[in-house]
């Protein structure tokens, strides 16, 4: 990599650096003539200024400080925009606020409201997917069986004077990019070893991670005060369903959950076919550690899930056709083991070589792709990153992530998974209610099938009170297991066998078991449907969208810089504006004729008829995002304004609304009208 090869070649010219610093130090002890000790320091100089243009070589490949504090202006830019204007604000802020919650408010919620729409039509409608609402309050034995319970942790560490707690694997990782982005003396072996631990980040243990804490000297941030070893902390909330305290139950911390133990009766409703994809939007919560960066990483946030059940056998999508051909930044986990970027790759290809693993999760990929760029995510910024092997869980087959490219660097914002048939099993086997689906044959087919048959009698006589667990294991067995055990009774008569239940090995005699095959006649196939799941964080992609769509322009007398945000027609707070060029009453009653209109067509509006300046009034809406603004300046005619180009159009006052829903709609370009209507001089208003 550049950086690494720059940190060697950084680490010799320091090395010749202090070398021909010593030559001149000895040329001087010595007493040799100024002409000499003159073309040694020319040397050491050369040396210095070599070093230097080395040192600015990496300082630009790491970002560059300068870089560094370019995004965090521009974030607190982004930042102050939207909490002045009421985007979003910190919760109970008048009590201080509590980390980890925030409140949207109306231009939040209504980009928050049009983005959940835009994500129904895109998937639930288009896809066909069945709805569900489920409670956010979730019993424990759920949980249990999911696996959230025993394994939704983070590891956690403590101030040990002040009891502060925070995330460790958080404090290692910006330990170590903090030292890679700001530290230029690091030699390139050491560069390798942080780059090294933060690409297995994910996979150290409690010990590992407490070693590596301790190794680097890292203190708590706030206080530089020694911390304690990691232990896991879970992430969920709990709380007691009912007044007696004695049913356990979590706030939920997915809204998956919810319809894999309603999969019965989605498939029944479904007419019992697969394929086919249940969705839920709703509210899930996480008790973190330590919040932080905005919305991005909160205690309660909006998820919309979508959990797609295909027959383990036959993983191919119908409509993958219409996706195949895009092309898109990609992320294979072999080029993040080697270093290397992301790069464009071409869907069908992705699918064709194995890189995604099957058809199915690779027409959500593509159905993702389309959706965020569809939102105004910059699709330059936007990366489908493969997970490594130690991210993964062991039943998943194959999962990806869409980041998107913000201030903060690469930001999860969309899983897409292939959780195979794990949910289903552990609900199936947790609650005793098969959660199967069913493939009838055109014909009943003979299949040969294992039969394995405890003789109770004989197992009850030699194990007594051990019996159940004993004949439980029997059956347990799979077919390779039983067959050896039949070859070994037939021809030793008795075989040792672990129980696991036990923990110990048991004998078995030939009269305890009976193993065989049999001939059967089967009309269908049962099995346990496997589950891709394209999991979106709303808040995450909303932060985000802010970001990308955010900009600064000179106002018109060049003194002042304004804010904008361009978002898309349809994900705008306030489709349109209102205004009277001047406080004049006949104005003002076709200003509320124009409002009307736009109300019965559907559009949301916003009327100012404040006696600022027009050129102020299309500044704050600009601020606010707003696509279209309307100028009443004559009884008979209006202006409309788009807001990124600020070219307007003249328009008859009865077209108005129909002009301004056509666009929005999409049913034409801005470009479009512009073309078709007259144009209007903003000379003498901007």
Sequence with gaps: MADESLRQALAEK??????QGDVVRKLKEAGVLKQEIDAAIEVLDGLKLQKSSIEEQLQAALGG??????????????????????FYTASFKIYRGVAGLYDYGPPGCAVKSNILAL??????????????????????????????VDKFTDLMVKDEKTGTCYRADHLLKDFCNDKLQKDLSISAEKAAELKHVLAVLDDLSAEELGSKIKEYGITAPETKNPLSDPYPFNLMFQTSIGPSGLSPGYMRPETAQGIFVNFKDLYYYNGNKLPFAAAQIGQAFRNEISPRQSLLRVREFTLAEIEHFVDPEH?????????????????????????????????AVAVSEGIVNNQTLGYFIGRVYLFLNGLGIDKNRLRFRQHLANEMAH????????????????????????????DLRAHSDKSGVPLVAHEKFPEPIEVEKLVIAPVKKELGLSFKGN?????????????????KMKTDLDSKGEVDFYVCTLGENVVIKKNMVSISKEKKKEHQRVFTPSVIEPSFGIGR???????????????????????????????????CTVFPLVQNEKYNDKAKEIAKSLTEAGISHKVDITGTSIGKRYARTD???????????????????????????????????????????????WEDVWSRFPHHSSESTE
């Design 14 to 19: 320091q090395a010749a650096l202090e070398a």
């Design 65 to 86: 400080n300068d870089g560094a504090a370019g995004r965090e202006a521009f974030r607190q830019a982004v930042v102050n925009t939207l909490e002045r204007r009421f």
């Design 119 to 148: 994500w129904r039509q895109h998937f639930v409608i288009e896809e066909n997917m069945l709805e569900v609402d489920c409670p956010c309050v979730t019993p424990e034995i759920v949980l249990k069986a999911s696996g959230h």
């Design 315 to 347: 993983k191919e999508h119908p409509k993958y056709c219409e996706v195949e051909n895009l092309e898109f930044l990609m992320f294979p986990r072999e080029e993040q083991m080697s270093g290397q970027s992301a790069k464009k790759i071409r869907l």
């Design 395 to 422: 039943y998943a087959a194959d999962c990806w992530d869409a980041e998107i490219e913000c201030s903060y660097g690469w930001i999860e914002c969309v899983g897409i998974a292939d959780r195979s048939a794990y």
């Design 467 to 483: 019996q159940k667990m004993v004949i439980e294991a029997l059956e347990a067995m799979n077919e390779e297991e039983a067959m």
């Design 541 to 575: 992609i909303i932060y985000c969208l802010f970001e990308h769509s955010f900009y600064v322009r000179s106002s018109k007398v060049g003194d002042e810089q304004l804010n904008v945000f361009r978002f898309t027609p349809l994900v705008a707070p306030i489709k």
């Design 623 to 669: 601020e606010l995002g707003v696509p279209f603004a309307i100028t009443v300046d004559s009884e008979e005619s209006v202006t409309i304004r788009e807001r990124d180009s600020k070219d307007q159009i003249r328009v008859t006052v009865e077209e108005a609304a129909s002009v301004v829903k056509s666009v929005i709609d999409g049913q034409r370009l």
